[in-house]
């Protein structure tokens, strides 16, 4: 079974602090995700990565940075973190298929309030 | 912009009965497609991947109709578990940059 873990499952900030994110899976995937979920928008995808120290910037990487030093493990930081940046963080594993696509496997997410 | 669009729901559907909802993408180049299924306040979970026309896996069919642009998931036999939010996604090339999410179908099954 692939398993993604996720540092925290709930985490309370202050506004201006900066925040560690942190995601670990076990399955030698090469690609790793980070989205953010709130209501009524969707999963909206922040930064991946699809090897050790490569990241690209997904639809909303403003804000947020990343790092990809093992290739098990991808953190999202928040540099200063603002109340807009209140939602759930879920992080992605996958391998890529020839097929095309990638089937995705979620960490439990974490849930950040900014106070 | 590329779309994928789903019908919010709720769904409300006897236990046993068949149930199907669309997905409508709006990228004709769409390559491969993907639905997952979200417990509230749960992470999504894979559910069914379609690269041809289609998968089947136990109750669960999806088709896809490419002329059309949408596909579709059918749920057989449906029981009280499979109530869960539905999330379509659509790859369309690229990097992961190419997938869309839909925002995903509300399903509840009454005893």
């Known amino acids: 079974d692939v398993k993604v873990t996720q540092s925290s499952r709930y985490l309370v900030k202050r506004t201006g602090e900066k925040v560690f994110l942190e995601c670990v899976q076990d399955?030698?995937?090469?690609?790793m995700f980070w989205y953010r979920q709130d209501p009524g928008l969707g999963l909206r995808l922040i930064y991946f990565?699809?090897?050790?120290?490569?990241?690209e910037k997904g639809d909303i990487p403003e804000g947020y940075s990343v790092s990809r030093e093992k290739k098990e493990r991808f953190s999202l930081i928040l540099e200063s973190a603002s109340t807009n940046q209140t939602s759930m963080y879920l992080c992605?594993?996958?391998?890529?298929?020839?097929?095309?696509?990638?089937?995705?496997?979620f960490g439990p997410g974490t849930r950040l309030t900014v106070t | 912009r590329k779309e994928v669009e789903q019908d919010p729901g709720p769904f409300n559907v006897p236990e046993g009965a068949t149930v199907a909802f669309n997905c409508t993408y709006s990228?004709?180049?769409?390559?491969?497609f993907f639905w997952y299924r979200q417990d509230c306040r749960k992470e999504p979970k894979l559910l069914m991947s379609?690269?041809?026309s289609g998968n089947e896996d136990g109750r669960f069919t999806a088709q896809l109709n490419r002329a059309s642009q949408y596909i579709s998931l059918l749920i057989r036999d449906s029981k009280l578990s499979d109530s869960a939010t539905y999330l379509c996604?659509?790859?369309?090339?690229?990097?992961?940059?190419?997938?869309?999410f839909g925002k995903g179908t509300h399903l509840i099954i009454q005893p």
């Open positions: 992605a594993s996958s391998l890529t298929r020839l097929a095309g696509g990638y089937e995705q496997y």
């Open positions: 399955m030698d995937h090469e690609n």
């Open positions: 990565s699809y090897d050790v120290k490569m990241k």
């Open positions: 990228n004709s180049a769409s390559q491969s």
């Open positions: 379609v690269y041809s």
């Open positions: 996604v659509v790859f369309s090339g690229g990097g992961a940059d190419g997938l869309t």
